[in-house]
């Protein structure tokens, strides 16, 4: 009971330094002893309390690593949804930029009256391809052959000619044109699939008319496990 006495009644002799270190003391030993002496359990806690306070302050520096940690935490999940922001804009970005280019494109090669008003028009809402491109792709494809092969070239000629049957086709006037296109490609044989010129032709396909990526065109190859040798853009 001595020991508890110097715990509750405050120093009155004049060495008070002494006795509050023999308090201090006396309080670790207690906290040491706790499962062996006649202690009351709430002056018990409060005793551990006290001395792991006491053992464990706290120092602003361990705050400031604390709030360096939740700082760096954040920069780190702010640059990837950045990142991730950044490259959704660069895609639509560059898509647009495609479109632009095959309008112009289109635009250099024709001056007809029809085409001429579906450019302005898709020119007018927002660099959108026109709702019906029409003869835009075959526009394309005639001035490619023209420039391989001339004006004299009768094989050119005869090969366009059946061609512009289609010339009026859009991925819209056909239900899951895409879908179907997609499964006609890889039942093609494999011997057909690997020719250069069937490889550029498909690209030619899926950029001006169905409007497809042609990394999507490299991943039907993958599928079928064979190489894909001409270099695309995407």
């Known amino acids: 009971m001595s020991d508890l006495s ?20 006396l309080k670790k030993k207690l906290v040491s002893e706790v499962e062996t002496a006649e ?8 005793l551990e309390d006290n001395t792991s306070l006491e053992k464990k302050p706290q120092k602003p520096d361990d705050q400031i690593s604390m709030l360096e ?22 895609e639509k970005k560059k898509n647009r930029e ?10 250099m090669t024709s001056k007809t009256g029809p085409i001429l008003s579906t450019l302005l028009i898709s020119l007018k809402s927002e660099f959108k391809e026109p709702k019906s491109t029409g003869s835009l ?3 394309k494809l005639k001035q490619n052959a023209l420039d391989l092969g001339g004006d004299k070239d009768s094989r050119f000629h005869d090969i366009l000619k059946k061609i512009s049957q289609f010339q009026n086709f ?4 056909v239900p899951y044109s895409k879908e179907k296109f997609c499964l006609l490609v890889i039942s093609l044989p494999a011997n057909q699939l690997l020719r250069p010129a ?9 950029d001006h008319v169905l409007q497809i990526l042609p990394r999507q065109v490299r991943q039907w190859y993958q599928y079928l496990k064979l190489p894909f040798s001409v270099a695309t853009e995407t």
Request: with cysteine; charged share 25%; aromatic share 10%.
């Open 137 to 139: 792709w075959f526009t």
């Open 170 to 173: 859009n991925n819209k006037k």
């Open 69 to 90: 940690k939740a700082k760096a935490e954040f920069v780190g999940v702010r640059r990837a949804l950045n990142y991730q922001l950044e490259t959704d804009v660069f």
């Open 198 to 206: 069937l490889q550029e032709a498909l690209l030619f396909l899926t």
């Open 39 to 46: 202690v009351p359990p709430w002056l018990a806690l409060q």
């Open 6 to 25: 110097l715990l509750t009644f405050p120093a009155e002799t004049k060495s008070g330094r002494r006795i509050k270190s023999v308090q201090c003391g």
């Open 98 to 107: 495609e479109r632009i280019k095959t309008l112009l494109n289109a635009l």
